[in-house]
């Protein structure tokens, strides 16, 4: 499958300011990659649809303008979380198609704390 | 109509035993369903999936059976280890788009 690595691992920033978070494919050309975050002893939730090139798409109920999406090359995405708000602290994923379009291969995740 | 009901929230099985877990799902445009295996501070990890067009899928271990008509399918691990307490998520895909859409999970621990 493929590997995906994301950074920082764990980030603790002030309310107010902004923190971006990067998503690399390791050993696979990533066209589409996906952004999903999971709050404490909850699923996961897709927040959007991160696509090469062009403008990511956001899942319903997630502010395009709060969560920056930028998706430059094939094997980078990067999301934003801007002006952070101590309920935006989370455990953020990203993941990537592998060889066949239906399997994802997760990142390691980053731990957002806002305080 | 794109949930996928995961049950139960939490299991616990004596080592050597057999866990189940069972989901649920109404959304008939779902075409893979993938299990994954999450442990503490992880990302999630791919663990065997199936197609609607297959009854059952064996991987050592791990087994999925799936009921289309029933539209339903469980993941059973066979002889349960203490190294497999995790929390499972099973999941449908969603081919338009290529979403792949969660259960709640269960969190499994297996008692030694």
């Known amino acids: 499958g493929a590997v995906v690595s994301q950074h920082p691992s764990w980030v603790i920033c002030k309310s107010g300011t902004s923190v971006k978070i990067e998503c690399r494919s390791l050993?696979?050309?990533?066209?589409?990659m996906f952004w999903y975050r999971q709050f404490p002893k909850q699923s996961l939730m897709l927040m959007a649809t991160s696509n090469e090139g062009s403008k990511a798409t956001y899942e319903q109920g997630v502010e395009k303008d709060k969560f920056l999406i930028n998706h430059a090359s094939l094997t980078l995405s990067t999301l934003t979380v801007t002006s952070a708000h101590p309920e935006d602290s989370s455990f953020y994923i990203c993941?990537?198609?592998?060889?066949?379009?239906?399997?994802?291969?997760f990142g390691p995740g980053t731990r957002l704390t806002v305080l | 109509q794109q949930q996928v009901k995961q049950s139960p929230q939490s299991l616990i099985v004596q080592k050597g035993g057999i866990s189940i877990i069972n989901c649920a799902y109404e959304?008939?445009?779902?075409?893979?369903f993938p299990w994954y295996q999450q442990f503490p501070g992880k990302g999630p990890a791919l663990l065997i999936a199936i197609r609607p067009d297959v009854s059952e899928k064996k991987e050592g271990r791990f087994t999925i059976s799936f009921n289309k008509s029933a539209k339903q399918f469980s993941l059973h691990i066979m002889d349960s280890q203490p190294g497999d307490s995790a929390t499972y998520f099973c999941a449908g895909f969603y081919n338009q788009g290529g979403k792949l859409i969660f259960g709640q999970g269960t969190e499994l621990s297996v008692k030694p």
């Open positions: 050993d696979f050309q990533a066209t589409t």
């Open positions: 959304n008939t445009a779902f075409d893979y």
């Open positions: 993941s990537q198609t592998g060889q066949t379009y239906n399997e994802q291969f």
